[in-house]
């Protein structure tokens, strides 16, 4: 079965101190990855798939098939940056996109 | 409407009571689901629906029904409240060229006293 693991809860950091947040997946077969973002008192929104290999609000993932991991960075964080993050994958065969626990950002000034 | 409208916004409830959470996309995406976020678990499926006239059971469907006579409408069922339901329930939608492209509702926070 398809999986998604973000070990960190909380990650806090100060204003531009580079950042990673971690997403590992398990799917045996090719999945798509992506990164849904939720900022205070806002709607949860897609911030970046890894098809796209796009840069998005100075964020960027890449995919790692060899260590199933698709980890959001950042090299230099932002105080509007702080929100919760999620990292998900669709696996097609399934059409369900499966979300990870979150990871809570914190950047302060 | 633009989007994703969820109603409503917030609500308590008695144990026990039927309750039903109305989700309305005027986006004519085909798929259509219903997630539960809770702290440190994170969003977890209860059911989706790939087109009007069909539903599926996500990971954690017990204690939830819903229904999709239409493409716009896409409401969620508690038939009886229990308090390990209290959540925030978001609804999503995508069209079935974009896959794993989520769109979200607000979010009804329920709380089943």
């Known amino acids: 079965a398809q999986r998604v693991t973000q070990p960190e809860k909380l990650l806090s950091v100060f204003k531009g101190a580079p950042v990673e947040l971690k997403c590992n997946y398990s799917y045996s077969g090719s999945p798509e990855l992506f990164w849904y973002v939720q900022y205070s008192r806002q709607r949860l929104q897609l911030l970046l798939r890894?098809?796209s290999r796009e840069s998005i609000k100075g964020f960027t993932a890449d995919l790692n098939k060899g260590e199933t991991s698709f980890h959001l960075k950042k090299p230099f964080a932002q105080e509007e940056d702080s929100a919760m993050y999620y990292c998900?994958?669709?696996?097609?065969?399934?059409?369900?996109?499966?979300f990870g626990t979150g990871t809570r950002l914190l950047v302060s000034p | 409407i633009a989007g994703i409208t969820q109603a409503p916004t917030s609500q308590i409830l008695a144990a026990g009571r039927r309750m039903t959470l109305r989700c309305t996309q005027d986006?004519?995406?085909?798929?259509m689901y219903w997630y539960r976020q809770d702290l440190g678990l994170g969003l977890r499926l209860i059911h989706y629906?790939?087109?009007?006239?069909?539903?599926g059971k996500g990971e954690v469907p017990d204690g939830y029904s819903v229904s999709r006579a239409n493409t716009d409408d896409f409401p969620l069922t508690l038939a009886s409240a229990v308090p390990s339901q209290t959540s925030v329930y978001f609804c999503?939608?995508?069209?079935?060229?974009?896959?794993?492209?989520?769109?979200f509702g607000e979010g009804s926070r329920l709380t089943v006293l």
């Open positions: 986006m004519r995406h085909n798929a």
């Open positions: 998900a994958l669709y696996a097609p065969g399934f059409q369900k996109l499966v």
């Open positions: 890894h098809i």
């Open positions: 629906s790939n087109t009007a006239g069909t539903t």
């Open positions: 999503a939608s995508s069209s079935s060229g974009s896959t794993g492209e989520l769109f």
